[in-house]
């Protein structure tokens, strides 16, 4: 059995890229950039207003020039039309294109209007003042965005900026769910006395699709060799295999028997965690990649976040989502020798995390008022209040 630590690194050095795609900016929210953005030309393109006011030379001011007259006002994409003369000034709009013949703006609550002439209150005032210089932010040809890097509301304004019509980003996986077990029925059958409804397969799929994955198989096999088999084959089409149960030390737990029948290397078998211990990982023709979970709900959810989503992040290129540590709000004390992950809630007041009580990973109700994970160390048997524990969002 491996321990958690080494068991997400071996995981995560099996990581590669699923490969890039073009789309539209339209769509490309939440999805992570494939390519470096680069300027098309100077940002600022022109000398900017930083706000409304009075655009003239400084050096008139430097000379002492106690007024000026306004030769003409400079709207947003309007080209100025006058030079200035020493003791003129324009009076211009935010945003608008400063004219070179000025190089400092006086915002309008500082001007005093005399009919077309203007003075100014003036306070230190300073070359370039309020004016937004061309190139300034970024020059031409310079590097705007480095990517990966995930695409948010900004980043879709920056590629817009930039004209971008298309963006090539990373594709996004293929994934094939297998859910097994002879007493597991679709949620909208009957169910008898001795059935439960898929609830892991609806999981998977929501857990998924949080991530922007949308491309996804499912299927439900029997705890049988002859009905496994034909299943898994047929999932091999996919980038990523995820199953739930059958992965134990059952009777009717077969999927380690089959997996090892179609060639899977098996990475591992069994992790030093509760829940989600027996959970089977394995590769491919050195790509396709399986996460064979168990089939309690609440294993099934942890081993998808400890797991699989750090694993497709990983796939992608990008940082590693950042693991916080909070204040526990009352001393746990285990009697295991494992990692162990317990469902939490934040207390916003506090910033403190709560454990939430439930019977079990087979406790349906388990996870529904969690926020994350909580983890409580192999090596601690009680963790006093107070103590800072790592928090692994959902």
């Avoid at 003042?129 to 890097?149: F, K, T, W, Y």
Wanted: hydrophobic share 45%; net charge negative; with cysteine.
């Amino acid at each position: 059995m491996i321990a958690y630590d080494d068991a997400l690194k071996l995981v995560l050095e099996q990581a590669s890229s699923f490969g890039d795609e073009e789309v539209p900016v339209s769509d490309a929210l939440n999805r992570v950039l494939a390519e470096s953005l680069y300027a098309d030309r100077d940002y600022p393109p022109f000398n900017r207003a930083a706000m409304d006011g009075y655009a003239l030379n400084f050096a008139d001011i430097a000379a002492g020039v106690a007024e000026f007259k306004v030769v003409e006002t400079i709207f947003p994409a309007q080209v100025n039309t006058k030079e200035l003369a020493p003791g003129e000034c324009y009076k211009i709009l935010t945003g608008a294109s400063v004219p070179s013949f000025a190089d400092i703006v006086i915002r309008v609550e500082d001007a005093v209007i005399h009919g077309d002439h203007v003075s100014f209150n003036l306070n230190g005032p300073k070359k370039w003042q309020n004016i937004s210089r061309q190139g300034e932010d970024v020059a031409a040809a310079n590097m705007v965005l480095q990517a990966p890097c995930l695409v948010t509301a900004p980043v879709i304004a920056l590629l817009s900026v930039l004209g971008k019509a298309t963006v090539m980003v990373r594709r996004k996986p293929f994934v094939a769910i297998i859910t097994t077990g002879n007493e597991v029925i679709d949620p909208t059958l009957p169910v008898n006395s001795v059935q439960i409804r898929n609830s892991n397969q609806s999981q998977l799929l929501a857990l998924l699709q949080s991530i922007q994955i949308t491309e996804i198989s499912v299927s439900h096999a029997l705890d049988d060799i002859d009905e496994l088999k034909p299943r898994f084959s047929q999932a091999f089409k996919a980038d990523i295999i995820i199953s739930s149960g059958a992965v134990s030390a059952g009777d009717a737990d077969y999927i380690p028997i089959v997996l090892d029948q179609l060639g899977v290397k098996r990475l591992f078998h069994k992790v030093a965690i509760k829940p989600g211990k027996p959970i089977w990982i394995g590769k491919r023709d050195n790509s396709k990649i399986l996460f064979c979970l168990p089939g309690n709900p609440l294993s099934c959810l942890a081993c998808f976040i400890l797991f699989i989503r750090p694993f497709i992040e990983a796939c992608y290129g990008i940082d590693p989502m950042l693991i916080p540590k909070f204040s526990l709000k009352d001393s746990l004390q285990k009697s295991s020798t494992l990692d162990e992950f317990f469902p939490a809630c934040r207390i916003r007041d506090t910033n403190e995390i709560e454990r939430l009580r439930f019977n079990g990973s087979g406790d349906i109700r388990a996870a529904v008022l969690a926020e994350g994970f909580g983890r409580h160390p192999a090596s601690i048997k009680v963790l006093p209040a107070g103590t800072l524990v790592s928090f692994y969002p959902l």
